[in-house]
């Protein structure tokens, strides 16, 4: 088993930045990718980063291209989301997940941490 613990969530103002982290402990050496999603009040849980757990590689959505940075300490098992140019319709509920290989579901959560943007 992994677990995962978020922080770094707060309320900021619209064009501010957060940095969100991600404590990884357990069997860590299973994980192959971490990701971190969020959800929006009424809306459905929606994919934001993920990163290679091995080489680094990372993907983003569309709608946090270049404000978003996913990056990870592999040495302190914990992953990292920075979060500028903050917009009120980024207010949400962020989520840590890994999972443990290419194919397989995101095995693990953590229980989420809360940002939200002012406007």
């Known amino acids: 088993q992994v677990q995962l613990v978020e922080s770094g969530g707060g309320l900021v103002q619209a064009g501010g930045s957060l940095r969100l982290s991600c404590a990884a402990s357990?069997?860590?050496?299973?994980?192959?990718?971490m990701g971190w999603f969020r959800q929006a009040p009424g809306k459905e849980r929606e994919f934001v980063a993920s990163?290679?757990?091995?080489?680094?590689?990372?993907y983003y959505a569309e709608s946090v291209k270049g404000r978003f940075t996913i990056s990870k300490d592999n040495a302190k098992n914990t992953l990292y989301l920075q979060l500028n140019s903050l917009k009120p319709e980024d207010t949400a509920v962020y989520y840590c997940?890994?999972?443990?290989?290419?194919?397989?579901?995101?095995?693990?959560w953590g229980q989420g941490t809360q940002v939200t943007v002012s406007s």
């Open positions: 997940a890994a999972k443990k290989s290419r194919v397989s579901v995101w095995d693990y």
């Open positions: 357990g069997r860590t050496f299973s994980i192959y990718r």
């Open positions: 990163i290679s757990w091995s080489d680094g590689i990372a």
